[in-house]
T-cell receptor, first 113, second 115 residues
């Protein structure tokens, strides 16, 4: 049973445009939703997160939106840069899982110059 | 600068061998994790530990064991390696941030090939 789902395996965007990565979850008890970024041959790095009591959080070019009624979150990257090309993992933590984090399958973003 | 290190970047082992993967963190974190990453499956939790000598099974513990004798070190053991354990293995430690929640810090990964 996949509690965190990323239905798009890949996304291609032109440099300077907006990248939107989507994620759905099933467990309404999660208290934080996080995004991690992973380059080839490196471990994932934390990018941004949002508390379940908020609906938007932004940090520079990155904004995460949370729609609790739809159990959906999205990561917006504006403007997209070639260096953003990576795999992005959506994740959720808290609730009955405590400090465990549940990861989605990842979306590979290609930003074309 | 926070750091999680893993003992090997690449390993090639034979079926049936016992394999040790070591992970060390220098952030004094209580919680440590072992994941494997496979294409299309994301990161799957093998085992985690919330204190020295404490361990809990994750989602796919079969064929693996762990050891945490010191706070900074968390080892993953493949008792008898099999070809379906060929994968990228990622170690992480975590802390609770007041703003960002439970954030994990990952090592660079060990790519294991079992022949």
């Amino acid at each position: 049973d996949q509690q965190v789902k990323q239905n798009s395996p890949s996304l291609s965007v032109q440099e300077g445009r907006i990248s939107i990565l989507n994620c759905d979850y099933t467990n309404s008890m999660f208290d934080y939703f996080l995004w991690y970024k992973k380059y080839p041959a490196e471990g994932p790095t934390f990018l941004i997160s949002i508390s379940s009591i908020k609906d938007k959080n932004e940090d520079g070019r990155f904004t995460v939106f949370l729609n609790k009624s739809a159990k959906h979150l999205s990561l917006h990257i504006v403007p997209s840069q070639p260096g953003d090309s990576a795999v992005y993992f959506c994740a959720a933590s808290g609730g009955t899982g405590g400090f465990k984090t549940i990861f989605g399958a990842g979306t590979r973003l290609f930003v074309k110059a | 600068d926070v750091k999680v290190t893993q003992s090997s970047r690449y390993l090639v082992k034979r079926t049936g061998e016992k394999v040790f993967l070591e992970c060390v963190q220098d952030m004094d974190h209580e919680n440590m994790f072992w994941y494997r990453q496979d294409p299309g499956l994301g990161l799957r939790l093998i085992y985690f530990s919330y204190d020295v000598k404490m361990k809990e099974k994750g989602d796919i513990p079969e064929g693996y064991s762990v050891s945490r004798e010191k706070k900074e070190r968390f080892s993953l053991i493949l008792e008898s390696a099999s070809t379906n354990q060929t994968s990228m293995y990622l170690c992480a430690s975590s802390r609770r941030d007041r703003v960002w929640g439970e954030t994990q810090y990952f090592g660079p990964g060990t790519r294991l090939l079992v022949l």
